[in-house]
């Protein structure tokens, strides 16, 4: 397979972290024949201070000529000064929104070495397995009117049903691979958008008897996702109710830098990124754990270019290198051993390299 990647590091720990994450698409190269052009670009904080602009028409023409994008983190205190048409968040949205990248895949996955640092007790969540599936591109961050003045302010909740079915219909396309259970959450006793969310999941789940589908309500949700989160498989929701719950079921892992992320659209083409930010007060001191990085290059793989062999194979590398007791500093408790970014990078690449038998390696850089 040959495939155009853009890489856009971002700000702070970004270039660390999506650094890691190209040695390990190198050894997914080599290990199975597969070309990966890698190009580079500015987003955010960077792309602000060279361009004066979050998102350089640079950065979308070369996005617009890969096959999909790996992102590291934008933001950072550098930049917090800066007029509201400049902040590095801004170029996040708009990549988000330019490519139609409708669907937010968030997985959230217990990592047993990491159980210490979770708030829930161990036995609530040493068994949690969910993907939530946040529609990225409609609802009240992007509704018109919003607007304010001195006494009031207004923001508009509007959603299609086209916006609602595509999101629905990948929800039930990722259960099918998974345990074939889906929450859909909304407000459906008091929101208008909810209750159109609810009809059309009804509708749509005709066409998927092999799926179990609960509709639960948001706050209900909330509670149930620190009592009970491993009773969720696949868990679809509108934008803002799935900003924060996937915020909420984050912490159950213990850490955000072990959470990668994907946003797509219906072709494939995909946007995959850390869910941690871009930690500044720790950017170029090698303490940053890669693992989200990571699993995003492991999401790319499976939902962009459908090599579910390549991304199982990552996922097992890094898992492998957490159970043996290797952690970076931003991860580490007392007793575990403590390497540099580089350093744990190195071993996810062993573990993938006591995989496979070598191929060549073709792997191009511009």
Sequence with gaps: MEKKVAVLPGDGIGPEVTEAAVKVLEVIARRFSHTFHVTYGVIGGAAIDKHQ???????????????????GAVGGPKWDQNPSALRPEKGLLAIRKHFDLFANLRPVK??????????????VAKDVDMMIVRELTGGLYFGEPSRRTADAAVDSLVYT??????????????????????????????????????EVVEEKKKAYPDIEVEHMLVDSTAMKLITNPAAF??????????????????????????????????DGF??????????????????????????????ML??????????????EAVNTVFEDGFFTADLVEPGKRVLSTKEWTDKVIDELDTQFVSNSIMFSYV
Excluded: Q
């Design 233 to 266: 498989d696949v868990v679809v929701t509108e934008n803002m109710f799935g900003d924060i719950l996937s915020d909420e079921a984050s912490v159950i892992t213990g850490s955000l830098g072990v959470l990668p992320s994907a946003s797509i659209r219906s």
């Design 161 to 198: 049903r086209e916006e609602i079915e595509r999101i629905v219909v990948t929800a039930f396309e990722i259960a099918r691979l998974r345990r074939g259970k889906v929450a859909s959450v909304d407000k459906a006793n008091v929101l208008e958008t909810s209750k159109l969310w609810r």
């Design 110 to 123: 217990a990592v047993p070495s990491l159980l210490h640092a979770s708030p829930l007790k161990p036995e």
């Design 302 to 315: 499976k939902y962009s270019f459908n090599l579910d062999t390549e991304a199982s194979a990552i996922e």
């Design 270 to 299: 995909g946007l995959y990124e850390p869910v941690h930010g871009s930690a500044p007060e720790i950017a170029g001191l090698g303490l940053a754990n890669p693992a989200a990085a990571i699993l995003s290059v492991a999401m």
């Design 53 to 71: 602009n979050p998102l350089p028409d640079e950065t979308v023409a070369l996005c617009e000529a890969s096959d999909a994008v790996l992102l």
